[in-house]
């Protein structure tokens, strides 16, 4: 049963899309099931996800709990707080969150949340309007502003400039809008002549102001700024420990089940825009021009773990509460047996 109330109550507002994840090139394998795994166990799942691409991967499961008597029960919230509430009373079990967001709910929690899989990996563009910008370097002297403020798209920017020899607020400036719709909306009234914006706002925005062209991708900068096989992780899902412990079928199941569900949105943009339209309020169009820019993954167990340890490392060294003080041990990592 999906909290529909809820959801449609988003549904005039879609430009309020809230992305902290975001999106960016596609990892989708090519055979698809045509609907996602039964579920086996019958537990009651409570499942949250904030509106925008962080929910992209979870259209099909969400489409069948609203035609079937399935036992997942879908929100979907509008600010990463109310994940939190949700998680922090037990009203979520699984939920998709940033990734720095669940390294801080590990330690707030004294290690009741775990990292289950990847789902997002880098969504981050530099868009210019009247601007020529080619290189990291070539930002020297210029003002930028950005979104994302005190989440990773700030340390993202901030670490990217420092690796290319340049310092935030000296000789880069940048400032911040509170929200990514926000900053969307500035860019195309031709307000802002250079920002840093995830998907989908970016291709909403060069839909709107022809003018606007994407000059750099950061998720290849930031490839290019580090040596440690860290990979730019925007997204994630997340259990907490003690539904997990309780309830290890399920979990077992959601996650067969998410997996299908990704290869689905990957593999079928339009069909995901229609539901991303319905479950979601993020309009067809804008939705399916996204999705195959949005890097809507499915990363789990060992290979999660390797990726994301140096990501973290990198986020703690630039800032360590970025990821909660400290940087999670070895049971933050939800590795099935």
Request: aromatic share 8%.
């Amino acid at each position: 049963m999906i909290c529909k109330k809820r959801i449609f109550a988003l549904a005039s507002a879609f430009l309020m899309l809230i992305s902290t994840a975001g999106c960016g090139t596609t990892k989708a394998n090519s055979e698809v099931p045509s609907s996602v795994p039964s579920q086996i166990s019958g537990t009651k799942v409570h499942v949250a996800t904030l509106k925008g691409p962080t929910g992209f991967g979870m259209l099909q499961m969400m489409d069948q709990a609203a035609s079937e008597n399935s036992s997942y029960e879908f929100s979907v919230d509008t600010a990463p707080d109310e994940i939190v509430s949700a998680l922090a009373s037990g009203n979520a079990d699984i939920a998709a969150i940033p990734t720095n967001l669940a390294a801080t709910l590990y330690q707030k929690t004294s290690g009741n949340i775990q990292m289950a899989a990847v789902n997002t990996l880098g969504v981050l563009w530099l868009v210019t309007n009247g601007e020529t910008i080619s290189s990291i370097q070539d930002l020297k002297g210029k003002s930028i502003e950005a979104s994302g403020e005190g989440a990773i798209p700030e340390y993202a920017l901030n670490y990217i400039l420092q690796k290319n020899g340049l310092e935030p607020g000296k000789d880069v400036t940048i400032s911040y809008s509170s929200e990514h719709s926000e900053l969307a909306a500035k860019v195309i009234a031709g307000k802002v002549s250079i920002a840093v914006l995830p998907e989908p706002f970016v291709t909403q925005v060069l839909a709107k102001n022809s003018e606007v062209k994407r000059s750099l991708d950061l998720t290849s900068e930031w490839d290019k700024a580090t040596s440690d096989g860290s990979v730019l992780s925007m997204g994630c899902l997340v259990v907490r420990k003690e539904f997990a412990e309780k309830n290890p079928q399920a979990v077992h199941d959601f996650l067969k089940s998410y997996e299908s569900s990704t290869q689905f949105a990957n593999s079928s943009p339009a069909e995901a825009a229609k539901l991303a339209e319905t479950y979601l309020a993020i309009p067809a169009q804008v939705a399916e021009k996204a999705i195959p820019n949005c890097n809507i993954v499915y990363i789990d167990g060992q290979k999660m773990k390797d990726s994301i340890q140096p990501f973290l490392q990198v986020l703690y060294d630039f800032n360590p509460k970025s990821v909660g003080g400290a940087l999670p041990q070895d049971d933050f990592y939800y590795i099935e047996n």
